[in-house]
């Protein structure tokens, strides 16, 4: 791909994460507004504030294409889930053991449930949102049940408010109305082929263990370390701990979480300390720091890191946390500290291998491609779908191909090699495959004759074949051997045979970097799973078309 197609890419990327950030800042400044006078007239304390600022900010981004039933069912839903979270923070503060212990097993529960399908999915999502708030609160909220149930309106208030900015901004056509790729949902099994023990665990439960166990952890060297600075710790286990996608992933979530955390407390605590302070100028920097975070974050996560947590920093300072240099160095070891027991978590109980997380999501692309090749003889009116369907694999793909990268320079700079092959050599491949794929969807949607030709049969055989031979591959099963692509005429190839040799050639290119497994090699790998670590799903990659199929093509 060339420099300028990157930086159109990119430009094109920051454009849409800028107006998706206008319109989220833009719920969020009405929400702690409307808040606020409610805050004013009834004197609730700051704690309704920093849950109106949160539950919108969240909101914002995890409904950003919802459905009007899943609005619904979230306003329904949020008021309820609020004032648990409320009543969670009380018990923090009262009988603070009962408490931490309620919130551990309440976020962890709420990865638990993935495993229940998407509905419960998007509930465990819900769950996190007022208990983080109630975390981050810097000062303890108001005791009382009426001021707990107050925590419901300020719930409906933040739904409200960014479901109105959201729509719109889609009816002014401003808002990319298209869902955030997400893994399919987890299937029901009792046990992977190949596997036992703690192997066979659903990836839910094991994240749910990993992060009950990370959380447990920070509330109790915290307590013991860190005194009324815990926040710190306990915040950033569960960031690191949340959505991690292997043990590869946590420790460069980690490194990106401890990195921007750095910059953003270091910045924030030295403007502090230098510059006079102001109520309204506090609140302006904190809303700039939410934009700048919310349109970064797609780009690494070290930016949104900087960003929140130079907004935690700014909010103690408010209520009256100071200390200077000596602030400064007890709230980066209070981050260094949670980071390390997050990764210590997911390393040694209950490990998956990031290795294993990237066969799942090549497979899944492939699986993808697959269909689509099929369908470009069979079904071409379903052409376009399964093409949707390639580019959103391939989306979910990059989410795990940054570890895989690092991987692979670390490792090369250690041997001294270019050359051999590593994993994220195939995700390389995949990547040139956008333009050609949807090149070859539409051209069998469209009924081009060309993709009825013997040369594109013969070509599409091959590739096909050799699709499922590279599927079986990342599964560990034995397969038939790569096939040689066909050569081209000697006068050309059409647009759509052309895009289908890209796409040959790629599958080459990751056919050298997982070679066909002979059969008497197989072993106990013979059936092996993969395991998406988002809790999302357990798949076979080796299951795919029959390969009889390809070859009467």
Wanted: proline share 6%.
């Amino acid at each position: 791909m060339s420099s300028y197609a990157v930086r159109t890419i990119f430009s094109a990327r920051l454009r849409a994460e800028g107006v998706h950030a206008a319109v989220t800042m833009t719920a969020v400044v009405a929400t702690f507004y409307s808040a606020m006078a409610l805050e004013h007239a009834f004197r609730l304390g700051v704690g309704v504030l920093v849950l109106a600022v949160a539950l919108s900010l969240t909101a914002a981004r995890t409904e950003r294409a919802a459905s009007r039933r899943r609005r619904l069912a979230g306003l329904v839903t949020m008021p309820v889930l609020a004032v648990v979270a409320g009543g969670v923070g009380e018990l923090m503060v009262h009988l603070p053991t009962v408490g931490k212990a309620v919130f551990t097993l309440a976020l962890s529960g709420a990865i638990w449930l993935r495993r229940f399908g998407p509905v419960a999915t998007r509930v465990g999502a819900w769950v996190a949102m007022p208990f983080i708030a109630v975390l981050v609160t810097p000062v303890p909220g108001p005791v009382g049940a009426w001021t707990v149930l107050w925590s419901a309106p300020i719930a409906v208030l933040a739904w409200g408010w960014v479901a109105l900015c959201q729509t719109i901004a889609r009816r002014l056509g401003v808002l990319d109305a298209t869902p955030p790729p997400r893994p399919a949902p987890e299937p029901q099994r009792r046990g992977a082929p190949g596997k036992a023990g703690w192997r066979a665990m659903p990836a839910s439960t094991r994240m749910a263990v990993q992060m009950g166990l990370s959380l447990a952890a920070a509330f109790l060297v915290g307590g013991l370390l860190f005194e009324q600075h815990w926040p710190w710790l306990v915040i950033t286990a569960y960031v690191v701990s949340a959505g991690n996608r292997g043990r590869g992933d946590v420790l460069h979530k980690a490194a990106l979480r401890f990195a921007g955390a750095t910059a953003g407390t270091l910045a924030v605590t030295v403007l502090s300390s230098l510059l006079p302070r102001h109520a309204t100028a506090d609140v302006v920097a904190i809303f700039v720091l939410l934009g700048i975070g919310t349109v970064l974050r797609q780009f690494t996560y070290a930016y949104w890191a900087g960003c929140v947590t130079g907004v935690l920093a700014l909010l103690y300072s408010s209520f009256g946390e100071t200390g200077g240099p000596e602030l400064l160095g007890v709230r980066l070891a209070a981050i260094a500290t949670g980071a390390l027991l997050a990764a210590a978590a997911h390393w040694f109980v209950l490990p998956v291998r990031s290795a294993d997380v990237l066969r799942k999501r090549l497979g899944a692309v492939l699986a993808a491609l697959a269909d689509l090749l099929r369908a470009v003889r069979h079904e071409p009116e379903r052409c376009a779908e399964h093409g949707a369907r390639f580019a959103t694999d391939l989306a979910l793909l990059e989410q795990v191909a940054r570890t895989a990268e690092l991987h692979r320079m670390l490792l090369r700079r250690r041997t001294r090699t270019a050359r051999a092959a590593h994993p994220a050599d195939a995700v390389d491949a995949l990547r040139t495959l956008a333009e050609p794929v949807r090149v070859l969807a539409a051209s069998a949607a469209e009924g081009s004759a060309a993709t009825a030709g013997p040369h594109h049969l013969r070509l599409r055989a091959a590739v096909a074949a050799n699709v499922t031979e590279l599927r079986r591959a990342l599964g560990h099963k034995p397969g038939d051997g790569h096939r040689p692509l066909p050569p081209a005429p000697a006068d050309g190839e059409d647009p759509a045979s052309a895009a289908l040799r890209a796409v040959g050639t790629a599958v080459d290119q990751m056919a050298e970097v997982f070679p066909p497994v002979e059969a008497n090699a197989a072993g106990d790998t013979a059936g092996a799973t993969t395991v998406d670590t988002a809790g999302d799903a357990t798949v076979d990659t080796a299951v795919g078309p029959d390969r009889r199929e390809a070859e009467s093509t």
